[in-house]
């Protein structure tokens, strides 16, 4: 049997579609979304995208025509709700698309997962195609798009190599194949520019971005002989800099940059108060398992959850777990 089966059986029984992503979303979230509502429309379905939060600047590009909303109040739900089916996108969790589980996943009629994060389980609402070894939610999609014949045109291709290029951190990370590269090269023989896209995601930063930098910067701590750095970003930072909560994202990756660090710790806390921790991780230490334990999840080598407690408490806890590693 055809392993996609399972979401080419939900996509060709179903007619009304809403599409969602994780809280917070990326690019490969936005990019398998956008990608997603235009090749279901283009065999005649009905979609529409509906997230918990914004989407961030650096891909508004994807979405000229503003077909990504954003989920405030009840009062914004389609009539036709419960003749609709949930399509769940780069995410295997619940608790991570935010009002979404509360205002649209019980009146739905069905829900589907697609997705590539590793979780305990997978099972936890059913229905779901989980391709673990892809790179990214839109790797999965380009298969299934051309399983299905779907024709591929300019935006679905920019939307899933954008999402392609982002989790792969420009083809460098683990779970990068010679599959990513050939659904690569196929996605810029329709007219992708690798070059627009690069500097869309890496180079459209703010100089308010900057001086956010150089204070998270600041906050650098490092543990385990050099092995493990920790880096926090307070809200009153994000104020006093000027940037948004969003142009932090890519600075985890900064102590990864040393030989000596195999692990970066990222506390982040957005100007609402609510604080996340994000992971990355070298080899074989594997920090998935430790933002399962804080009902997060993630990759391997790359991973987050909601800090419910303080940044002190959750620190002591990763350090502890990741003693094993350098003991």
Do not use: W
């Not at 069905?110 to 590539?116: G, N, R």
């Not at 790179?135 to 299905?148: D, F, G, H, K, P």
């Not at 599959?179 to 930063?205: C, H, K, Q, W």
């Not at 150089?214 to 650098?220: D, E, I, K, W």
Request: overall charge negative; glycine content about 6%.
């Amino acid at each position: 049997m055809n392993e996609l089966q399972p979401a080419i059986d939900f996509l060709t029984r179903t007619d009304r579609f809403i599409i969602t992503a994780h809280e917070t979303p990326d690019g490969d979230a936005i990019g398998s979304e956008c990608a997603m509502l235009r090749a279901l429309r283009s065999i005649g379905k009905d979609a529409l995208i509906l997230n918990a939060d914004p989407t961030p600047a650096k891909f508004a590009y994807l979405d000229a025509d503003r077909i990504v909303g954003v989920l405030v109040s009840k009062g914004q739900l389609p009539d036709d709700i419960q003749e609709r089916s949930l399509l769940m996108l780069d995410t295997n969790d619940v608790h991570n698309i935010g009002q979404i589980a509360t205002l649209v996943l019980p009146r739905v009629r069905e829900h589907f997962i697609i997705d590539h994060h590793e979780r305990d389980r997978d099972d936890l609402l059913g229905g779901n195609f989980i391709q673990k070894r892809a790179s990214s939610t839109c790797e999965i999609l380009y298969q299934l798009l051309r399983e299905m014949n779907v024709p591929i045109d300019f935006p679905i291709a920019q939307a899933l190599y954008t999402g392609i290029v982002y989790d792969t951190g420009c083809f460098i990370y683990p779970k990068t194949t010679a599959l990513t590269f050939e659904i690569a090269r196929d996605l810029v023989a329709a007219g992708v520019e690798p070059n627009f896209v690069y500097a869309r995601l890496y180079e459209s930063n703010s100089i308010s971005a900057l001086m956010l930098q150089s204070r998270v910067l600041a906050t650098l701590e490092l543990q385990y002989s050099n092995h493990v750095s920790l880096l926090t970003m307070r809200r009153e930072m994000i104020l006093d800099s000027g940037a948004s909560y969003e142009e932090a994202d890519q600075l985890i990756n900064i102590p990864l940059k040393s030989e000596d660090v195999r692990v970066s710790v990222f506390f982040k806390e957005n100007l609402e108060g609510l604080l996340r921790c994000s992971m990355r991780s070298k080899g074989n230490i594997n920090v998935a398992e430790i933002a399962q334990r804080f009902e997060g999840g993630g990759h391997k080598t790359a991973a987050g959850f909601k800090c419910r407690e303080s940044i002190e408490a959750t620190r002591t806890i990763i350090l502890n777990d990741l003693r094993k590693y350098f003991s």
